[in-house]
C-alpha cells in the first residue's frame, strides 16, 4: 500500500509539473496559429483570454460622467532596466513612484508600449500606447493608459529612453540614469476613462483597474516608427464590453 501510494503521488507530482511546464513553454504572439484569437486554446492557464467576460482592451466610446477621484501621481524613482521581451519594450521601474487614486495606494512597477495603440477611441487606434502598470499591496493591478501621437520634440523622459531601446529580443539593459517623470510621460490634462478589465496579454488575467487618459501625448514620430521596427504590430483586438459601463472623470 505505502508503494501505491508513492507511486501515485509520483504520477500526481508528474501531471502537474506537465501542465505547468506546458503553461511556461506555451508561445504566443500577434498573428497566426498563436495569434490572440487563439490565445485561450494554448494553455490551460490562458483560458480568460478566451472565456473571460471582462477582457480589455476595448473600444473607448459613450462614457458616464462621475465624481472620480483625480489621479495623483507622485514618481521619484528610476527605470532600473529596459528589456525587448519578443512581445513589447519594457522598462522595469525601482521602487518609490506612486499611483494615488483616493485612497488607494499603487505602486509603479513598470511601462511598456504597444504600436498601434490597443485601447481605440470611437474606433479608431492611435499610434501608439503607453502601459503604465502599478501594483497596490493587496495584489490589484492598476494600468493607465496613455495614446502616443507624433508631434514636436518631447525632450525629457521620451528622449532619454530613444537612446536605450534594445532592438534585440530577450535582451536585458541597465538603465539606472533614466528619471520617471510624469510631466514627460503623460498630457496637461489628466482628465480619463475607468472600467474593469484584464491584462491585454496572456495570462490575460481579470479585476484590473484601467485608467485611459482622455487626451494624447504627442512624442517624436522617429520613436513611434523606432518602437514599430522594434516590436511590429503587438495590439490585441479590442474585447467586448458584455454590459460593462466605462466611467469618465469630470
Not at 53 to 63: C, E, F, H, K, M
Not at 83 to 111: M, W
Not at 135 to 147: E, F, H, I, N, Y
Not at 158 to 176: D, K, M, T
Request: with cysteine; hydrophobic share 40%.
Amino acid at each position: 500500500m505505502r508503494k501505491l501510494r508513492q507511486w501515485t503521488s509520483l504520477v500526481v507530482f508528474a501531471l502537474v509539473a506537465g501542465i505547468v511546464q506546458a503553461a511556461e513553454e506555451a508561445h504566443w504572439s500577434y498573428a497566426g496559429e498563436t495569434g490572440p484569437e487563439h490565445w485561450g486554446e494554448l494553455s490551460e492557464a490562458w483560458s480568460l483570454c478566451g472565456q473571460g467576460t471582462q477582457q480589455s482592451p476595448i473600444d473607448v466610446g459613450p462614457a458616464v460622467p462621475a465624481r472620480l477621484p483625480p489621479l495623483d501621481f507622485d514618481y521619484r524613482s528610476w527605470a532600473e532596466s529596459v528589456v525587448n521581451n519578443g512581445h513589447t519594450v519594457r522598462f522595469d521601474v525601482a521602487p518609490g513612484s506612486i499611483l494615488h487614486v483616493g485612497v488607494n495606494r499603487y505602486r509603479l512597477v513598470q511601462f511598456h508600449f504597444h504600436t498601434p495603440s490597443e485601447h481605440r477611441r470611437w474606433g479608431m487606434p492611435a499610434p501608439g500606447e503607453l502601459h503604465l502598470v502599478h501594483k497596490a499591496q493587496d495584489g490589484t493591478l492598476a494600468v493607465v493608459g496613455v495614446w502616443l501621437v507624433p508631434g514636436h520634440w518631447s525632450g525629457g523622459t521620451f528622449s532619454s529612453l530613444w537612446g536605450v531601446l534594445p532592438g534585440q529580443e530577450h535582451r536585458r539593459f541597465a538603465v539606472r540614469a533614466l528619471r520617471i517623470d510624469p510631466d514627460d510621460l503623460l498630457p496637461t490634462r489628466r482628465d480619463y476613462v475607468y472600467y474593469r478589465g484584464s491584462l491585454t496579454t496572456p495570462p490575460c488575467t481579470e479585476g484590473v483597474e484601467w485608467f485611459v487618459l482622455t487626451e494624447p501625448v504627442e512624442v517624436p514620430s522617429g520613436l513611434l516608427l523606432r518602437l514599430s521596427e522594434i516590436m511590429g504590430a503587438n495590439a490585441r483586438p479590442v474585447q467586448p464590453l458584455n454590459g460593462r459601463i466605462l466611467l469618465r472623470s469630470r
